[in-house]
């Protein structure tokens, strides 16, 4: 099944070996070159926001995220964990630009498989991307393949 971002915020976040709740979902962090949801930002109850590693979530669903345990929980482990956990990456709203020069939108929304983490589709204000598309996640922009762009929706068809 695929899942949104914009749809997965705010997912309350439970331990499966205590069945608590541990906190609830406000960001990803990507990893563009493997095209895949690489951790998620965990805004904990009485705690610190912290990070937990995809290969640690056992089930992420519309309604719950679990993990293996409370002790899955991590802090930003480098510079780019770090700026996602601050904010300063944040995807929706960000402008997306083509490799080959133009602006298509901004970012609405990306949906990835939950079972994966693996980024399925961009949805940018004017069209859509393909998940493997994605080159790098900027504090300015989001750049994108042009060949990604759906095809039909490029700036150069028409």
Wanted: hydrophobic share 35%; glycine share 12%.
């Amino acid at each position: 099944m695929t899942l949104g971002f914009q749809q997965s915020w705010r997912t309350p976040v439970y331990s499966r070996d205590s069945a608590d709740e541990i906190g609830h979902v406000i960001r990803f962090v990507v990893t563009p070159g493997t095209h895949r949801v690489a951790a998620v930002h965990v805004a904990g109850r009485r705690r610190r926001a912290q990070l937990v590693d995809w290969s640690s979530i056992v089930g992420f669903g519309p309604d719950a995220v679990v993990v293996d345990s409370a002790d899955s929980l991590r802090p930003a482990g480098n510079d780019h964990e770090q700026r996602v956990a601050a904010g300063d990456l944040d995807v929706p709203g960000r402008r997306v630009l083509t490799d080959g020069g133009y602006e298509i939108g901004e970012v609405a929304d990306i949906d990835f498989d939950e079972s994966s983490g693996v980024l399925e589709l961009i949805r940018t204000t004017r069209t859509t991307v393909g998940g493997d598309g994605l080159l790098v996640i900027g504090p300015y922009a989001v750049v994108v393949r042009h060949d990604a762009v759906r095809p039909g929706e490029r700036p150069t068809d028409g």
